[in-house]
């Protein structure tokens, strides 16, 4: 075992078990949402819907597609998923992954405008906005927004000839598996194209993010003014809003943060000496962002989180209700098979005492 098999070892059964246990909140979202949403949710729950199945995309795409591994000493990902995609698949997959997160994060934004419009007192800007047109129009603009965050990173890649020399290379000095070489994705740290790529993409996530916070914040207080709503309205919302504030934060804890901070690990230590338990942590501190949004969600969405909790209690009541018969039954058989037992018992010993010659002769010599 080299000193990069535990690390692996350890992230990728980590890995595996969060994009398992991501699958099964996001399905049970999904389900909720269809089923538990209120009227006062209107047409949010197409937004948390809509969120849902992309951080059900990418977590499938982290932990099942992709589920890279880390060469010693150079920038090469192996894509050691469940199904082998080919080098070229692998670069396609790798750019996926990026496309889905901003498409989250356009989603995110986009739903902070609408919320935004929902309390504006500008009827024009309400009539434009909540047009179908004007919605169709704005998921075009997420889709060429995560397009072009994809098409980004794919220029950050080596071509294919240049990875075909780099695989080899490392092959012939037994730092990669000959089976590990069929999906590979290299990308090419000290190029121009990807130090201009990763801060325009990182200027662009900051400074859209400060600004839709304080969206949020804005209206936050805005709907508090309201008074056209009820109580029980006013909280929902308020409620949402936070929802949303809260998960655009989580993709600057989740990513940008491990993703500047191992930059700047692997500038101090440089490529080879690097700590691989870094890397690997900072490639789970990313896997862990759509599950943080699936729990926010359950969390912040008081419909979901009482029906969640409802639901707990019947299964654990239910539980509860077949342990309890279980012992019973037990406790009347075992109480049923003890009185035959000891019936048993006593007719062996009566015909045993009477069978006893000592007795009889005792009986005898008394009579006498």
């Given at each position: ?281 900072a490639m789970f501190s990313i896997s862990l962002f759509p599950l943080t949004n699936a729990i926010l969600t359950l969390g912040f969405v008081a419909p979901y989180r009482k029906y969640t909790v409802k639901l707990i209690r019947r299964l654990l009541m239910r539980n509860t209700q077949v342990s309890t018969n279980t012992k019973a039954t037990n406790t009347s058989e075992w109480g049923a098979s003890d009185v035959i037992r000891r019936n048993e018992m006593s007719v062996f010993f009566i015909r045993t005492r009477s069978a006893s010659p000592s007795l009889m002769r005792r009986r ?5």
């Open positions: 075992m080299n000193d990069t098999d535990l690390p692996y070892s350890i992230y990728s059964a980590s890995l595996s078990v969060v994009s398992v246990v991501d699958l099964v909140l996001q399905a049970y979202i999904i389900f909720i949402c269809l089923r538990v949403s209120t009227g006062s949710m209107k047409e949010y729950r197409y937004f948390i819907l809509l969120s849902t199945v992309l951080d059900l995309c990418l977590s499938s795409c982290l932990g099942f597609f992709m589920h890279l591994h880390i060469t010693v000493g150079t920038s090469c990902l192996v894509h050691k998923g469940l199904i082998t995609f080919g080098r070229e698949g692998a670069s396609i997959v790798f750019s996926l992954a990026f496309f889905i997160g901003a498409a989250i994060i356009a989603a995110q934004d986009y739903c902070i405008l609408y919320r935004m419009t929902l309390v504006s007192n500008n009827r024009k800007i309400k009539d434009v906005f909540l047009r179908h047109s004007t919605t169709i129009m704005l998921l075009l603009l997420i889709f060429v927004v995560a397009m072009g965050v994809a098409y980004g990173i794919s220029q950050t890649l080596y071509s294919s000839e240049d990875t075909e020399i780099i695989v080899r290379d490392l092959v012939d000095r037994g730092h990669l598996h000959e089976s590990d070489s069929i999906s590979v994705s290299c990308i090419n740290m000290l190029s121009k194209t990807t130090v201009i790529v990763g801060a325009m993409i990182g200027i662009l996530f900051v400074s859209t993010q400060a600004f839709f916070l304080g969206c949020g914040v804005w209206i936050i207080k805005k709907i508090r003014r309201q008074a056209v709503f009820s109580a029980k309205t006013k909280n929902m919302h308020i409620q949402l809003t936070k929802l949303l504030i809260v998960q655009m934060v989580t993709p600057v804890i989740f990513v940008l943060v491990p993703v500047v901070f191992t930059q700047s690990i692997t500038v101090v230590f440089s490529l080879f000496n690097t700590p691989y338990f870094i890397l690997y942590l005898n010599d008394f009579q006498f």
